[in-house]
């Protein structure tokens, strides 16, 4: 799963603005550590470290 959120991510053209909008529409767990969003949020955040020349 995390290959998969971190291929989807490289695919985006507008990553921050993209994970924005999927989050908005991901309110599943308000944050809680087991969420999705928060899962998407984290794989986000460490795929963003590994290619810190990605526009932001």
């Known amino acids: 799963l ?3 959120a971190r291929e989807g ?3 985006l053209t507008e990553p921050l603005s993209d994970l ?3 989050l908005a529409v ?3 767990g308000k944050g809680k ?3 999705l969003g928060y ?3 984290s794989e986000f955040q460490e ?3 590994e290619r810190p020349l990605v526009q932001q």
């Open 2 to 4: 995390q290959e998969r």
């Open 9 to 11: 991510f490289a695919g």
């Open 20 to 22: 924005l909008d999927l």
């Open 26 to 28: 991901c309110n599943d």
């Open 33 to 35: 550590v087991n969420s």
């Open 39 to 41: 899962f998407i949020a």
């Open 47 to 49: 795929w963003k470290k």
